[in-house]
């Protein structure tokens, strides 16, 4: 049977490739798009689409908020979180939301395809591809263990400086501090520089004075 499919984002640009996406399989069928949450509100109703595309910031408020009260609304209903701010508290928000999925923006189109052919056949089964690297992040209480380069660099950043500034400061390429920030990133659970740094501030890996943004 083909999956019906909702799709929620404010750029239209993103919807029309993930109308291709869903498209070009055979499974899916899109049956609207929505650019706000009275809109995804209104064709909820309307559709009841098997499963709903969601990004987390809407311009008339939150899509997780409106993951929740969808999830009550309609307990069948698949759900998939696409979101640019992939750390783990908007993974662990999702998953507190009734998400049955969550993807990164930057995950290839062939992701989020899957993660709906999920979200339809088992809609209250959360799944994520970092979720188990997540789960070892907020449960050890010694948090990520960062290499002596690694925290050089997150001081750094701390202090506000920025790859060029880094590389010089370090005498490294800048190809290699940008390994070193990615890598941070994955072992703090963050999606941008503010987020790693507000997790490190909380982990106790930068001093209270430091700047953080």
Known sequence: MTISVLLVDDHELIRQGLRRSFERDGDFEVVGEAGSVADAERLLRITRPDVVVLDVRLPDGSGLKLAASARERYPQLGIVILTMYAGDEQL??????????????????????????????????????????????????????????????????????????????????????????????????????????????????????????
């Open 92 to 213: 662990f928000a999702a998953l507190e939301a009734g998400a049955s999925a969550f993807v990164p923006k930057n995950a290839p189109s062939d992701d989020v395809v899957a993660a709906a052919r999920h979200a339809a056949t088992t809609p209250q089964a959360f799944t994520a591809k970092d979720l188990a690297d997540a789960m070892k992040r907020k449960l050890s209480p010694s948090g990520p263990q960062l290499s002596p380069r690694e925290r050089e660099v997150l001081q750094l950043l701390a202090d506000g400086l920025g790859v060029a500034q880094i590389s010089r400061r370090l005498f490294i390429s800048e190809s290699t501090t940008k390994t070193h920030i990615s890598k941070l990133y994955e072992k703090l659970g963050a999606g941008n520089r503010a987020q790693a740094l507000m997790t490190a501030l909380k982990l106790g890996l930068l001093r209270q004075s430091d700047p953080t943004v």
